[in-house]
């Protein structure tokens, strides 16, 4: 447990830190003052980083429509399910909407293998 967390939240943390990183870049820029072409590759860079977060976060929104709510079985909340099988957002239980894999270990291979039925 803990290994594994939903894959919405996963998401989430990847456009975070990718806010993050781009403030880091712009900040480095600002120790290149003198030299305006460095200082100006690295604030784009950094502005490219802060942009990339906000086309994942639009992305985020995207795929929280594609995903169905359920009441996870071990906390009683209700939480968000992407694909065939994800973990419950709060507990991190894992969570499967195909019967045929009910009980069987949580792996995220189940989710690669049936990428191309489109039911991500
Ligand atoms: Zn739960």
Known sequence: MGKYSSKINKIR???LSLIFIGFIIMYIG???RNAPLVMTFFMLLGLLSIIASTVV???IGMLSTKTVQVVCPNC???TKVLGRVDMCMYCNEPLTLDPSLTGKEFDEKYN???SKK???
């Open 13 to 15: 943390t990847f456009a």
């Open 30 to 32: 600002i120790f290149f």
């Open 57 to 59: 976060y639009f992305w």
């Open 76 to 78: 009683q909340k209700t």
């Open 112 to 114: 690669r293998k049936n």
């Open 118 to 120: 489109a039911d991500m």
